[in-house]
């Protein structure tokens, strides 16, 4: 196999440090778990922080340093500024509760965006330091949203990986963030990206809409000439290792203690990391509800919380642990007595028998947080209840939730919602508590860690590599073929290609620049400029109809050759489908506020450009949709555009224009097309052989060359004329 390079923002690693001696164990989180397998067997390294060494002497750091190079794990070592501002700073002040939906803890500056941008560029330094041809990178976490591009800048041809580990939050969301743009760009970076649901795949690709224009095809967007893939990856556990830690006799002796304590009390428990996120208040919150409406549960229900301490140096933590601290005092004080305390808080970590030993001993287990990317803590506590006993209660805004639905689901901001989820919880019968628990675990087992590591490795590199599928050349690259003597003749698509799209058509008027560089092209002797466009031809007539050039409006349906001449339409079009088909985009326009209708001759248009991105759509999907059903028999057809939606007669297109316009010249001419869209297809597929096309954009094109956009084609035409 591939090796493979990790890079994440902590190595799965624990340093320890006693008097002399100092030692370098590994962890035994999930991730460490998962990719331990891969990263040995592919003789690969594991890049990323091994946590504050600063107080080591030297010969401490250089016993740390060859135990690391030992695990194969290479450290990048921060300064106390670069994880307060990266770290606790812009990923878990600004990235953390953004995408667990809680605007109103994200600071109202973001100070931190330097420090963060400058250590994600140090992560890629290294990670490319390191690499070598034919590796797998995978970059993992919120910390490093930047990286993938960065290393797609050092390294085009690497094969790279990233997933999102928290909730990739709803376009709305996302749109908050001051620098959203390139966070997306740097994801976009990677090869494949991944995230735990096919809800949180699904905000991201609005959110590239929203923003970049770009509109995902089921599963690849394409970017900068490269189709990125993304996908929803559900994490999971190392199952088999809950589960025969749950049968040892260590754990099954403290079951038996915990249930002997228990003196008949029907045991509640919740482990957390205490974060905001974790729903740790409302949910003490449905176990007083509880206590409330039936008193005979009093003395008789004990809820175990274990919190334990995260991000102890930010403040919005340590304010959240004295709101738990205060509702867990005010249920004891209300409902504890002499002999029973409703609630035993337990601020500190647990070691895996501990924790094993409590997911066993529970009636049933609490997963409520209010937001949550998955949620292991569900998982392990399925994997760790071989009695098939036992009911999971949880959270339907835990990424788990699209998986587990054996569990009770509930809605985390709901107490009576949570506290009714209880009660059922605690009087379900046995044969309905171990059929829930079967298939959960059944879920468990067959989802596992190391299924996730290897579903998510197995697409990354089963992808097309960047050497046996290229980017297209950049389209500057095509300008030697066309520089020199001879005659050219230009074709040259408008909207998109020559200027940006506007909000209405008649917002895109050529400026001043433009009309500027069209004049110079066509003062060269040795050019002839024609522009090709699904505008009107009373358009291209008001705004160029002065200049020495040909013009073909509505995708050639009508053609003016030269300046002065009249213009000619196409023999032999049918447009007797128009009075059908426009009433259909009409009720599309009424109902979709922002849209309308554009008339020309022979063709319709819906544009959707003022419609909120993702609305917008969907709802051009299920135009074409209607139009494909009701007049598949009609000759027209339906053509997709940059919010747009057109309607035009069979037969016409661009690439009819190009043998016209060539029957003038000679035969030794050079042919260069300039264009967009889908309806630039045909104009680049006439161009004949030895000809250039250049696409400008990222859509999948026939054309031989990319520019990105209308800036670049300027830049290249200037560049045609010398200028450049």
């Known amino acids: 196999m591939a090796r493979l390079l990790l890079v994440s923002n902590r190595l799965p690693v624990t340093v320890k440090a006693e008097k002399d001696a100092v030692s370098v164990v590994r962890s035994a ?24 060494v600063s107080r080591l002497t030297d010969a401490q750091r250089s016993q740390v340093e060859k135990q690391l190079s030992d695990l194969r794990c290479v450290p990048l070592y921060l300064s106390a500024s670069e994880v307060s501002r990266f770290y606790e700073g812009y990923s878990n002040r600004v990235l953390w509760p953004l995408c667990h939906y809680m605007l109103d803890r994200v600071p109202r500056q973001d100070r931190d965006w330097d420090a963060y941008r400058k250590a994600n560029e140090r992560f890629a330094d290294l990670a490319a330091k390191h690499y070598q041809p034919g590796d797998t990178i995978w970059v993992h976490d919120y910390q490093l949203m930047l990286v993938p591009g960065m290393l797609r800048e050092r390294l085009p041809q690497a094969r790279i990986g990233y997933f999102h580990h928290i909730p990739f939050p709803s376009s709305e969301i996302f749109s908050t963030l001051p620098r959203r743009v390139e966070l997306l760009k740097g994801l976009l970076g990677a090869d494949l990206i991944g995230f735990h649901t096919v809800s949180y795949v699904r905000h991201f690709s609005g959110t590239l809409l929203r923003h970049l224009g770009l509109d995902t095809d089921i599963d690849r967007v394409l970017f900068q000439g490269r189709e990125v893939r993304v996908g929803a990856f559900p994490m999971g556990i190392d199952s088999a290792a809950f589960e025969t830690l749950a049968g040892e006799p260590g754990v099954l002796d403290e079951v038996k203690t915990l249930q002997e304590r228990a003196r008949g009390e029907r045991l509640l428990v919740g482990i957390d990391r205490l974060d905001y996120t974790k729903g740790i208040p409302r949910r003490l919150l449905a176990v007083q509800r509880v206590l409330e409406r039936d008193p005979s549960l009093r003395g008789r229900l004990r809820f175990i919380q274990v919190a334990v301490p995260s991000r102890t140096q930010v403040q919005a933590y340590a304010e959240y642990r004295e709101t738990v601290d205060e509702l ?57 209840r071989p009695d098939e006993d036992g009911v999971l209660v949880l959270s339907e805004f835990a990424g788990a939730a699209s998986e587990m ?29 171990q059929a829930r628990m079967r298939c959960l675990r059944a879920g468990v087992k067959a989802r596992d ?29 095509a300008l030697d073929k066309l520089k020199g003597p001879g005659r050219k003749v230009l074709f040259l698509d408008y909207d998109g290609t020559l200027v940006g799209f506007a909000s209405t058509p008649e917002l895109a008027a050529p400026d001043a620049e433009l009309m500027t560089l069209l004049k110079e092209l066509c003062a ?36 003016r050759m030269r300046r002065g001449q009249p213009w000619q339409a196409l023999p032999g079009v049918s447009f007797e489908w128009k009075p059908k088909v426009k009433p259909v985009l009409d009720a599309f326009a009424a109902r979709v506020t922002g849209s309308f209708v554009e008339e020309k001759t022979a063709s319709l248009a819906w544009h959707y450009r003022k419609v909120d991105a993702e609305f917008g759509a969907l709802q051009a999907r299920e135009l074409r949709l209607l139009l494909f059903e009701q007049f598949s028999q009609e000759p027209m057809h339906i053509l997709p555009g940059d919010r747009v939606v057109e309607v035009r007669p069979r037969g016409v297109n661009k690439g009819r224009v190009v043998p016209e316009v060539l029957k003038e010249e000679a035969p030794d001419v050079r042919v260069l097309a300039l264009g967009d869209d889908v309806t630039d297809e045909d104009l680049f597929a006439a161009v004949p052989p030895g000809g250039i096309a250049v696409h400008a954009g990222n859509k999948h094109t026939r054309a031989g060359y990319r520019v990105e956009g209308p800036p670049e084609v300027r830049r290249f035409l200037k560049a045609l004329l010398g200028k450049e």
């Open 29 to 52: 989180g999930g991730l460490a778990t998962g990719l331990s397998r891969p990263h040995e067997r592919s003789g690969g390294l594991w890049i990323g922080w091994p946590g504050d």
């Open 328 to 384: 867990v005092g005010r249920i004891n004080g209300l409902y504890g007595t002499v002999h029973s305390t409703p609630v035993h808080y337990l601020y500190r970590s647990l070691n895996e028998k501990q924790l094993v030993s409590l997911y066993r001993g529970a009636d049933v287990m609490l997963v409520t947080p209010v937001r949550d990317g998955m949620n292991l803590v569900a998982k392990e506590f399925c994997a760790a």
């Open 405 to 433: 639905r054996d569990a009770l689901l509930v809605n985390p901001y709901d107490v009576e919602d949570m506290a009714d989820a209880i009660e059922q919880a605690l009087e379900m019968p046995q044969p309905e508590r």
């Open 449 to 477: 860690v190391h299924w996730w590591v290897a579903s998510f490795l197995d697409r990354l590199q089963g992808l097309p590599s960047v050497a046996e599928k290229p980017p297209l050349p950049d389209g500057m690259a």
């Open 524 to 559: 060269r002797p040795d050019l002839s400029v024609h522009i090709v466009s699904g505008r009107p031809r009373e358009t291209l007539e008001a705004w160029f109809g002065e200049l020495p050039l040909g013009l073909h409006a509505e995708h050639g349906l009508w053609s």
